[in-house]
């Protein structure tokens, strides 16, 4: 190590995928810092391009994080090689990662966990108006110091403009699969801003709730979920949240980025204005059920309730007969684009030397992707042979069975390909889902028509019902 003698080691403090940190004492300007070593496990049998990669990585987190002083984002003060072993001096910081906040469910107050994002905010702000997209927001990478201050951490994928690793390697897959954006994800291309601001909106979700917006038991299930489904409503999980703050979460998670916040600055004002006094409108009091109705008005409001029902009847019923139909009608493209999908993703991951020639990892990722429950099958063909499958355990006849097939660009030989057979019954849930919520919607609208003519079948003065 590059002056070797002005850092002192006193213990290790932390251990990552490619790396490990460890407390030191900077002997000349007596005071701690973190020293960051990289660690290539030798176990991954990475080939010279993929450590000459992982390098860069590493380097491009000291440049990413050097080039930004904010007091919301971890110091560098030293990059160094010896021998052949990297190294990065930063700021040592004594507290506790959100991440681990959240693990022990200590009890904060909603203003407490939201001053910790408004700094995040500010962080943030910082690294993207120079350039720096961080990429991996998550809890473990935002430390909350001892005095309050929180430090985001960890630039070791940040997108660094005009930097070699953006330029050979801008559609590689890089992140933690929850806190994902559904573009790194679907694209692998055209991360900005918008990409960080999904993530710090998953942090926000998972500090109110407890619990991650998109979590599924497998990484294929996760995938889908981040890409295609809503996440449950804040409030549905915890109803002291705020009304306008979950509407600010929800929009932090929105799938197509040009609807989410535009930038963390807009994000920190949407925060602020959220828990701002909510007053509840004063609802008028009802006095026409108490006071005497006078000859005229009764029908009138009758037949304007009744005429406004049977329309809402309508709508309803047209309104579920299109979607059904036309839900039917996309049932066979939602599962063209998803098998295209998979078969995309399978690609990228059978491409990779440590994975593509390895059967029983091949194996597994397949296994693991066929465990999607709209699925009954997966196979990978090489011409007429089967390489590796994974046939669902129930039993599905023929017919509902939709079967697809996909070219694979894996390796050098031709007739590679993916066969996916997706289940009619599991994908014509959505259907009967439409078909309930109609079914609904028409009762509640009987249930109203039948509460108009109980509260009007009162007899007027001279006797007579009047409806």
């Known amino acids: 190590m590059a002056e070797r003698s002005s850092y002192k080691i006193k213990k290790r403090i932390g251990t990552g995928g490619m790396s490990t940190v460890y407390l030191a004492h900077d002997t000349r300007l007596d005071r701690?810092?973190?020293?960051?070593?990289?660690?290539?496990?030798?176990?991954?049998?990475?080939?010279?391009?993929?450590?000459?990669?992982?390098?860069?990585?590493?380097?491009?987190?000291?440049?990413?994080?050097?080039?930004?002083?904010?007091?919301?984002?971890?110091?560098?003060?030293?990059?160094?090689?010896?021998?052949?072993?990297?190294?990065i001096i930063m700021e040592y910081l004594e507290g506790s990662s959100l991440g681990h906040i959240?693990?022990?469910?200590?009890?904060?107050?909603?203003?407490?966990?939201?001053?910790?994002?408004y700094q995040v905010c500010d962080g943030l702000h910082f690294a993207h108006e120079h350039g720096v997209i961080h990429r991996d927001?998550?809890?473990?990478?935002?430390?909350?110091?001892?005095?309050?201050?929180?430090?985001?951490?960890?630039?070791?994928?940040?997108?660094?403009?005009?930097?070699?690793?953006?330029?050979?390697k801008d559609q590689t897959f890089m992140g933690t699969i929850y806190y994902c954006s559904p573009e790194q994800l679907k694209e692998f291309k055209n991360i900005d801003r918008r990409t960080d601001i999904f993530s710090l909106g998953v942090v926000l979700y998972q500090i109110l709730t407890g619990v991650l917006p998109f979590h599924e038991e497998s990484i294929a299930e996760t995938i889908n979920k981040i890409i295609y489904e809503e996440p449950v409503p804040p409030r549905e999980i915890a109803p002291?949240?705020?009304?306008?703050?979950?509407?600010?979460?929800l929009k932090c998670l929105a799938k197509d980025p040009?609807?989410?916040?535009?930038?963390?600055?807009?994000?920190?004002?949407?925060?602020?204005?959220?828990?701002?006094?909510?007053?509840?409108?004063?609802?008028?009091?009802?006095?026409?059920?108490?006071?005497?109705?006078?000859k005229g008005q009764r029908p009138l409001f009758f037949r304007l309730s009744m005429t406004v029902g049977l329309i809402l009847m309508i709508a309803a019923f047209l309104f579920g007969y299109f979607v059904i139909e036309s839900q039917k009608s996309i049932l066979q493209k939602d599962a063209s684009i998803r098998g295209r999908?998979?078969?995309?993703?399978?690609?990228?991951?059978?491409?990779?030397?440590?994975?593509?020639?390895?059967?029983?990892?091949?194996?597994?990722?397949?296994e693991e992707i066929g465990r999607d429950a709209h699925l009954v099958f997966i196979e990978m063909m090489r011409g007429n042979q089967i390489v590796a499958g994974y046939h669902a355990e129930h039993t599905t006849p023929?017919?509902?069975?939709?079967?697809?097939?996909?070219?694979?660009?894996?390796?050098?030989?031709?007739?590679?390909?993916?066969?996916?057979?997706?289940?009619?019954?599991?994908?014509?849930?959505?259907?009967?889902?439409?078909?309930?919520?109609?079914?609904?919607?028409?009762?509640?609208?009987?249930?109203?028509?039948?509460?108009?003519?109980?509260?009007?079948?009162?007899?007027?003065?001279?006797?007579a019902k009047t409806f």
């Open 32 to 87: 701690d810092v973190a020293v960051k070593v990289l660690r290539i496990d030798p176990r991954l049998g990475l080939e010279e391009t993929g450590r000459r990669e992982i390098i860069l990585r590493f380097q491009q987190e000291a440049k990413a994080a050097a080039r930004l002083n904010h007091p919301n984002i971890v110091s560098i003060h030293h990059v160094g090689k010896q021998g052949e072993q990297y190294y």
């Open 102 to 117: 959240i693990k022990s469910r200590d009890k904060h107050s909603l203003e407490t966990m939201l001053q910790w994002l």
């Open 137 to 168: 927001i998550k809890p473990d990478n935002l430390i909350l110091l001892n005095n309050g201050t929180v430090k985001i951490t960890d630039f070791g994928i940040a997108r660094l403009e005009k930097s070699e690793m953006v330029k050979t």
């Open 240 to 249: 002291e949240i705020p009304v306008r703050l979950e509407g600010t979460v």
């Open 258 to 294: 040009a609807l989410r916040f535009q930038t963390t600055r807009e994000l920190k004002e949407a925060l602020l204005d959220s828990t701002s006094s909510e007053r509840e409108p004063t609802r008028p009091r009802r006095e026409g059920l108490h006071r005497p109705v006078q």
């Open 341 to 366: 999908h998979i078969a995309h993703m399978f690609s990228l991951l059978a491409k990779d030397a440590t994975i593509g020639n390895n059967q029983p990892l091949l194996e597994r990722y397949i």
């Open 398 to 463: 023929e017919e509902d069975v939709l079967m697809m097939s996909y070219p694979l660009s894996v390796g050098e030989s031709d007739g590679e390909g993916l066969k996916i057979g997706f289940s009619k019954a599991a994908m014509n849930r959505g259907i009967r889902k439409v078909k309930r919520a109609v079914g609904f919607a028409m009762a509640g609208i009987v249930t109203f028509l039948l509460t108009v003519l109980l509260l009007f079948r009162i007899r007027s003065p001279d006797g």
